[in-house]
């Protein structure tokens, strides 16, 4: 291959990162579409059903990135679009309302059927909003049909769930006047959110509800009392739409490794006026385990350079949990788009001399990767093989959305999905035979 | 509109990429959103490879649409063309590009590179993987062979064949290739060329010097192998080599068009075992079991007859996804007296292995799910097919060493007949039952077994206390041949805990024995 010398760099300007200058680029994007965010989002919402309209290469795609987890009949399925469909609309929602009632009798057991928009209903304009209205009116109400896009004309990887949760806002019931609640928002593995119920039940805070909720049957209120704390960084447009409906948005830092998880625990604390000897007493105990279970990984990780393909959007903050907990240096820190008001205070903590990204030119941000040669590259699937075989390290971006990593029982395991490609590296050896 | 859980096969792009990928010097431009990138990981992942697929997508967006998406081809076009200088450029699009009409492959082809473009027209919402692969094999070998004169032969050189048809994402390509070559080998035929995998567009070029072409996926090279019958005078190979019989044929087939004895140049040790391994007296135990299989037109074609012939199975259900060579499929399922399943609907296929109640299935990725779910053994024998459906020591399909291959892959999930040779001998003992799973497979399809039974209960011998044996009841245990004896512990056990026992006796053991037989 002969590659062009790699692009300049812009230099780092002096002073925070949120008054930056970034590389922006376009070209080829290597990332999944939103329709990925179905692979975990029905895994936490236990009564849902996930129908995309969409085509062969929609259902290929959760397929692939499903990988090996083939369920018996899983809560999702591709309504796929063929010749016929195309040649009317009147036909196309005939067709749907056929798939959906087919489906809803095979399935009685789902109370909320989501329809999701791909790049093709898109493109030929089939209008969901519009179905789901008229399925939910046939079905009497018995199934909430609610509709959300996953495209990859207009959205990336995690963008889907912020669609999907965005699309629950409306349905979500009003939280009364008088009343006060903090509403985290972003999907979690059980095992977290339990974690962080018992910690804010220790704080005092409640009550704390959580969205996506485990059933979609119980949907949290939302209203002016809600504080909002977001537990993913992409999910801004879900955010937007819950203050519209009066919520407080609590700015912090997202809760990967103890700094993280101390900030974002004390945005909440400060918000319902809880003292900083209370938060000391609650936190203390677990902030100083998860120190200590991380400080076996910060001796693989210290010193080691990493670099993020533009991949999960949760690029930013796991770079500043690398560099300031672990010690790592960030080459480049790419992100698919940046949302500067989701990330004011991560921006804030992570070093100015970051190199940030946003947008991709695949091949000019592969050459920036073989020139600097990171320790270790985060990146899509698609891409670790082939540069494990150039001799880069790798770590899979996708494990970092279904692996539990919130909180300061997972800090550990977090640092510890970086070391493991480095680990390996060090313990294989092989010899050349001659 | 198609109601689809999990589908058997990609869109036809992705079989346009499967031919990219096989071969040197090929770039494939696609004009489709970043989701679509996904493909990637299907080479890269399942099949491990270490390359990129040299594919370059256009990634337009939704604010690109009202705007000049045609543009971005014609960009991602020259940017392709300049980094990665193929000898030959694909152009095409997937489904969302193909609403959008903006005639990649037409743009592509007014650029005036210095390469052959290839237009790829593959229409999305009819067609799928296979057709797009075949398709794309063949537009790429006519645009660059149709303007060649047939060569002449050079006379007194041995005969030579090119083997067409494998390519990435094919089911054991490596492996197969390698143990075609072998058998061509030792009977006097020179392999030409081997495409796609593994080829260059100059190697294609070459393809109209053999005397004949091995159609060895006839899903991929079919229509080409046609079409250079048509063109070049090339005869080509019906048969697939797999299983002994099929070998043989193609054996012969092979000979009648070089012109070689091909039985003369053969030894006994070219043989494959699995005849022998099939009529020792330990394979009594495979007669008549009840075999169900699905998968590509070629391997279920192929199963079929190795099953029924060369393993004495009683095939009870066979289907194809692969509509196109529904005809073949149809006929053989008939000659076995069976209505064949051609279906692309993963639960249709579960529906009718449910309900023929095999004994083991034989199928792809999907069908190695189904069958785990019904606790039935499974084999997977064809696309699609997961990472440890690539395995890394030398495991062909093809020839006599695929046979010997086939014959233990199909046989290791059952019972060895030993073994149910003593399960016959036992046969009214408690400890018994149709869920009792082979020896050499470990615990898991026997925790299976358990769960059909709805025998969920955490047995004493899981720890905790629970009823002691008394000294002559466990003595008694031990006369229990070892790979059943768990099975009788525990459910004594559980019988005893049922009945609030504390004590196991010797009237324990045979009341459980009793209460369990029934
Ligand atoms: S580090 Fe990057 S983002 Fe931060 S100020 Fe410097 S250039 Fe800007
Ligand atoms: S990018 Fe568009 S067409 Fe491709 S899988 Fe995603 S939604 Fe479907």
Redesign the interface.
């Known amino acids: 291959m002969n590659s062009p010398a790699p692009t300049s760099i812009p230099k780092p300007a002096a002073g925070g990162c949120n008054d930056s200058v970034i590389v922006r680029e376009r070209g080829q994007r290597e990332v999944f579409c939103g329709l990925t965010g179905i692979v975990w989002l029905h895994r936490k919402l236990q009564d849902a059903f996930f129908l995309v309209v969409g085509s062969r290469t929609c259902a290929h795609l959760i397929q692939s990135a499903a990988g090996v987890m083939i369920f018996a009949e899983p809560r999702f399925a591709t309504a796929i679009l063929q010749e016929r469909d195309l040649a009317g609309m009147a036909d196309c929602n005939e067709e749907l309302d056929r798939v959906v009632n087919e489906l809803l009798a095979r399935r009685p057991e789902i109370s909320t059927l989501f329809l999701v928009g791909s790049c093709p209903s898109e493109v030929i304009k089939l209008d969901l909003a519009n179905a789901a209205q008229r399925l939910t009116l046939s079905h009497n109400g018995r199934v909430r049909i609610v509709n959300y896009s996953g495209s990859g004309i207009e959205t990336t990887f995690t963008q889907g769930e912020d669609n999907c949760l965005k699309a629950l806002v409306p349905e979500l019931p009003g939280l009364p006047e008088s009343q006060q609640s903090l509403l985290v928002v972003g999907t979690l593995a059980d095992v977290v959110e339990d974690q962080f119920v018992r910690l804010f039940d220790e704080l005092g805070i409640g009550p704390v509800h959580f969205l996506p909720p485990r059933r979609a049957t119980e949907l949290p209120p939302v209203g002016p009392g809600t504080r909002l704390l977001l537990a993913q960084p992409f999910l801004g447009e879900t955010a937007r739409a819950l203050i519209a409906r009066g919520a407080t948005l609590l700015e912090a830092p997202y809760p990967f490794g103890v700094e993280g998880t101390l900030g974002w625990l004390q945005a909440a604390a400060r918000s319902f006026d809880i003292g900083n000897e209370q938060f000391e007493a609650v936190t203390a105990i677990p902030a100083a385990r998860a120190r200590r279970a991380l400080a076996h990984h910060r001796d693989i990780l210290a010193g080691k350079r990493i670099s993020f393909l533009p991949d999960s959007q949760l690029e930013i903050p796991l770079a500043r949990f690398l560099q300031r907990e672990c010690g790592m240096q960030p080459v480049e820190v790419g992100t698919p788009y940046l949302d500067r008001q989701m990330l004011t205070s991560e921006l804030s903590l992570l070093d100015s001399g970051t190199r940030l990204s946003e947008g991709q030119h695949l091949e000019r941000q592969l050459d920036r990767l073989r020139s600097e040669r990171p320790d270790l590259t985060v990146c899509g699937l698609g891409l670790a093989n082939p540069l494990e075989a150039e001799g880069l390290a790798t770590k899979w971006s996708i494990e970092l959305v279904f692996t539990p990593i919130h909180g300061f029982e997972q800090a550990a395991d977090l640092a510890e999905l970086f070391c493991r490609p480095l680990v390996r590296r060090e313990r294989l050896r092989f010899q050349t035979c001659s | ?7 058997y ?3 036809p ?2 079989g346009a990429m499967r031919i990219a990928t096989s071969m040197q010097g090929v770039h494939y431009v696609l004009h489709a ?10 080479f ?2 399942i099949e ?5 697929p040299p594919v ?7 604010r690109d ?1 009202g705007g000049d998406t045609a543009n971005l081809v014609i960009s ?1 076009v020259r ?1 392709a063309y300049e ?3 193929p000898q030959a450029l694909l152009v095409g699009e ?3 590009a193909e ?2 009409q903006d005639q990649p492959g037409g743009l592509a082809a007014g650029m005036g590179l210095p390469v052959p473009v290839v237009p790829l027209e593959l ?4 067609k ?1 993987e296979n057709w797009g692969a075949s398709e794309t094999f063949y537009y790429l070998v006519r645009t660059l062979l149709k303007d060649l004169e047939p060569p002449e032969r050079v006379p007194g050189s041995r005969p030579r064949a090119n083997l067409l048809g494998p390519s990435a994402m094919g089911f054991r390509v490596r492996d197969n290739i390698e143990e075609v070559r072998r058998l061509l080998d030792r009977v006097g035929i020179d392999v030409n060329v081997v495409a796609p995998e593994g080829a260059s567009p100059a190697d294609l070029l070459r393809i109209p010097e053999a005397d004949f072409n091995i159609c060895l996926y006839p899903e991929v090279a079919q229509t080409t192998c046609a079409w250079l019958e048509r063109t070049f005078k090339q005869p080509f190979t019906r048969t697939v080599p797999i299983g002994v019989n099929a070998t043989c044929e193609f054996l012969a087939e092979i000979g009648a068009l070089s012109g070689i004895q091909v039985s003369s140049s053969l030894s006994a040790e070219d043989q494959s075992r699995l005849p022998w391994y099939s009529r020792s007296v330990d394979s009594n135990y495979l007669t008549g079991k009840r075999v169900f299989i699905f998968a590509d037109a070629t391997h279920a074609l192929a199963a079929a007859r190795m099953a029924s012939e060369e393993l004495g199975f009683e095939v009870v259900g066979l289907g194809t996804y692969s509509r196109e060579f529904a005809r073949q499929v149809r006929q053989a399922a008939s000659d076995l007296g069976l209505e064949a399943l051609i279906t692309d609907d993963y ?1 249709e296929v579960e529906a009718r292995i449910t309900e023929a109640e095999p004994e083991l299935v034989l199928g792809t ?2 069908e190695r ?1 189904i069958a785990k ?1 019904l606790g039935l053994p499974c084999a997977v024998i064809s696309a699609p097919f ?2 440890q459906d690539v395995p890394a020591r030398y495991s062909p399909q093809m020839g006599f060493e695929g046979a010997n291959v086939l014959f233990d892959t199909w046989v290791h999930p059952l019972m060895m007949g030993l073994e149910e040779h003593l399960l016959g001998m036992f046969r009214d003992d408690f400890e018994f039952h149709d869920g009792a799973a082979p020896s050499h497979l470990g615990g898991g399809p026997e925790a299976n077994a358990a769960a059909r039974d709805g025998n969920g209960v955490k047995t004493m011998a899981d720890g905790g206390a629970g009823p002691a044996w008394d000294h002559e009841a466990e003595r008694e245990l031990r006369k229990i041949p070892f790979f059943v004896r768990g099975k009788a512990r525990r459910n004594t056990e559980r019988f005893a805990c049922d009945a609030g026992l504390e004590t196991i006796t010797l009237e324990t053991l045979y009341d459980a024995k009793a209460h369990f037989g029934r």
């Open positions: 509109m198609q109601l689809t859980l999990w589908t096969e990609g869109p792009h992705v959103p970043q989701g679509d990138t996904y493909a990637d990981l299907l890269t992942m491990r490879r270490d390359r990129r370059t997508y256009t990634t337009f967006q939704a649409l991602a940017e980094r990665f200088k997937s489904c969302t609403l959008i229409p999305a919402y009819s799928k639960l990725q999907m799910h779910r997961h990472v």
